[in-house]
């Protein structure tokens, strides 16, 4: 052997000595692994045999490192929800338990970005920087923790601000019908704050994934998305994470709210997360309970929504105000999820499909809906004006059912009519067009001091377009006054009301578009061809929406063209007459634009007359059903009415049924209030 042969030699008897040594040293013990087995996978859920120390809700791996998490413990087995999917686990394959509970990334990292309900991005702009982990599941503050709800949390969306205003902190529901604008709501809650500092969190549980594409394109076009998360498990991905997907929103804006800042969170919908958390607690053998909900479905939307809070100064300040929600079915508000979470909540904001097709949107029904803390919030001068519209609207809405059946030829009434037909013409509002505060207390002052009255409301939206720049430079004064916080006094209200009968002067001079936006068109004749009118809940956007219905009051004209969806059995459809309970030609209810004055029969899509009265809703059109002859118009929901069969949607019908020939148990509900109980199917 030569020297340089001995060298390697000399190195690997040190590695081997070194190695030696520290084998020595090591204390060995058998550590024990608990391995557990699958034993069945199937929808979603793995039972799994052979763990019996699993916790609930602990984290389990799987084979290929997929993970689930323990739903259900029963004696000899875990019910586990997968949350990466079933691919690759099967019957016997190991399975370890973790010790840990689900958790997701929280931080500034998340800004913008769109990540699933387990934090992992999804909008490919690489890997999500987490300042840290926290679990999905986490303790609600305690009272001591919270402060009372006492800063507005501005929507910008003038029915909602002025009458059933929100606090930063509170609760609310947004409940409705199917395509009744729930998720428009709330994105404009969302894309609202770009004048604020507010966090957004926005939460799709089992939507489509058009729908939630839509929503991201929306607040990235219009809103402040460089301060918005999005969570995504569309109807497509494992229930698993479709159920953990609110608490991981939660999660995620828990982290500002911790941190002294302001967060928004919109769960879109918790209608479908309870679908969600039926369809496992069946597969895991929970007993079922109401309409096969197991027991626990309150307790699991009461633990997510407590979390939504106003924290005290000793906790930061921080709050979180929580969107929630929930789908109602043909208007029945008494169903068991709704009721739970209005239940929860703090309020509710109700969305009326009869609204929605009369193209009053947002279709807030004012006579159902409620804001239970925010009120105290409001802005002083927000609510120094807005305190008389909700009463002369609701005033409005009885005596317009009133004058449906004719006389009422009072000048009083007469006037409180023109009122209201102004108060709902400016209730109605696009999408992505939020009004800052000073901009609706402008417009509500202007309102109650009659200012508007010359100008007629089928021009309102033109004056809301140009009322934000028209004041800030003709009032530039008074809305520095108005950001300062403070109230409205007489001379701040009178240079606002002055600005605003300026605008409104100079739009009433000039002449108008010539077809009716909102609120009542103006000639006889102008509406929307039938073909071009989508049934009801399924209006397009923007623009081809707002002008079937209210555009398309023709009056005095008989209805037009073209059957409703669904067809109309003889007799029922839209008659032209403005008569109560006039004569039914007969002929099919046409899509849109249910002629003037009074409708009667069911199944036509109408607007708004020039005189006020509400068209024929086409409800129940498209199930094919119609009412008899002359039965008088529907009311909209919140008004008063005696009417006899009322066309209103009731599945349990079969389509093209004769309303009048066998009334269903909905149309025997009584229809004198427009409260709860006269929903379909909430007298059942
Ligand atoms: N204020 C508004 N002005 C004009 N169009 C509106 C308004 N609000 C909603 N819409 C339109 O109504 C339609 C339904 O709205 P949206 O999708 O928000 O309803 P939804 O109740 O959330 O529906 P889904 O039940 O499918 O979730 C959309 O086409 C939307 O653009």
């Known amino acids: 052997m030569t020297t340089d042969g001995e060298a390697p030699l000399g190195r690997s008897d040190a590695w081997l000595a070194d190695g030696r040594s520290r084998l020595a040293r090591a204390e060995l013990a058998p550590e024990a692994e608990a391995i557990g087995r699958v034993e069945q996978v199937s929808d979603g859920i793995a039972r799994v045999s052979g763990l019996p120390q699993v916790r609930l809700n602990e984290l389990l791996r799987f084979e290929g490192n997929r993970l689930g998490f323990a739903l259900s413990l029963d004696a000899d087995t875990i019910g586990a929800v997968l949350l990466d999917g079933e691919e690759g686990i099967h019957a016997g394959a190991p399975v370890r338990g973790t010790g840990e509970v689900v958790r997701v990334p929280v931080g500034p990292g998340l800004l913008g970005r769109v990540v699933d309900p387990l934090g992992r991005p999804i909008d490919g702009k690489g890997p999500v920087e987490a300042a840290s982990h926290e679990p999905v599941e986490r303790p609600a503050p305690a009272i001591i923790e919270r402060d009372l709800v006492a800063e507005p949390m501005e929507t910008g969306i003038l029915v909602v601000d002025a009458l059933f205003a929100l606090g930063r902190g ?58 918005c998360i999005f969570v995504v498990a569309p109807a497509a991905t494992a229930p698993g994470l479709q159920w953990i997907a609110p608490f991981a929103g939660m999660t995620m804006a828990e982290h500002f709210r911790d941190a002294g800042q302001d967060a928004l969170i919109v769960i879109d919908d918790l209608t479908k997360h309870a679908a969600t958390h039926r369809e496992l607690a069946l597969l895991t053998r929970e007993p079922p309970g109401r309409e096969a909900y197991p027991g626990d479905v309150f307790y699991v939307h009461a633990r997510l929504l407590e979390r939504a809070a106003k924290l005290s100064a000793a906790r930061g300040g921080g709050s979180l105000t929580a969107l929630p929600v929930a789908e109602t079915d043909a208007g029945n508000l008494s169903a068991y999820i709704p009721t739970n979470l209005i239940s929860i909540t703090d309020g509710q904001i109700v969305l009326g499909a009869r609204l929605f097709a009369a193209n009053q949107r947002p279709a807030v029904d004012v006579g159902l809906s409620v804001s239970r803390v925010g009120g105290k919030a409001q802005r002083k001068a927000l609510r120094a004006v807005s305190g008389r519209v909700r ?276 149309d025997a509900a009584g229809t004198s209030s427009g409260r709860v109980s006269d929903l379909p199917g909430s007298a059942r």
Do not use: W
């Not at 039914?584 to 004055?597: E, I, L, Q, T, V």
């Open 170 to 227: 509170q609760r609310e529901l947004i409940v409705g019908d199917r395509a009744t604008g729930k998720t428009s709501v709330a994105v404009d809650a969302i894309v609202n704050q770009k004048r604020s500092e507010v966090i957004c969190v926005y939460v799709a549980v089992g939507q489509r994934a058009t729908a939630v594409a839509r929503v991201v394109e929306a607040v990235r076009a219009h809103g402040a998305p460089e301060r």
């Open 391 to 666: 009463l002369d609207y609701a005033q409005f809405l009885e005596l317009e059912m009133f004058t449906r059946f004719g006389g009422m030829s009072d000048t009083r009434v007469k006037a409180q009519i023109a009122r209201g037909e102004r108060i709902r013409a400016l209730l109605t509002q696009p999408r992505f067009a939020g009004l800052r505060m000073a901009d609706q207390v402008a417009l509500l002052a202007a309102l109650a001091d009659g200012a508007l009255d010359s100008l007629p409301p089928a021009r309102f939206s033109e004056l809301r377009a140009r009322l934000p720049g028209h004041l800030d430079t003709t009032a530039a004064a008074a809305l520095t006054a108005l950001g300062d916080g403070s109230g409205l006094d007489d001379g701040l209200r009178a240079a606002l009301v002055a600005a605003v009968a300026a605008l409104a002067a100079d739009l009433a001079a000039s002449p108008g578009p010539g077809d009716g936006t909102e609120g009542g068109a103006p000639g006889p004749g102008s509406g929307a061809p039938p073909s071009t009118t989508p049934p009801a809940g399924s209006a397009p956007d923007g623009g081809a929406s707002d002008g079937s219905a209210s555009g398309g009051s023709a009056s005095g004209g008989s209805a037009s063209g073209g059957s409703a969806p669904g067809g109309g059995a003889p007799g029922g459809g839209a008659p032209g007459g403005d008569e109560p309970g006039g004569s039914a030609p007969g002929g099919r209810a046409s899509g849109g634009s249910a002629p003037g004055g009074v409708a009667s029969g069911g199944g036509a899509l109408g607007g708004r007359a020039p005189d006020g009265s509400t068209a024929l809703l086409g409800t129940d059109a498209p199930h094919g059903g119609s009412a008899a002859p002359g039965t008088g118009a529907p009311p909209i929901p919140g008004e008063a009415a005696a009417t006899g069969s009322v066309p209103v949607p009731n599945p349990a019908r079969p389509a093209g049924a004769d309303v009048s020939a066998s009334p269903g148990p909905a």
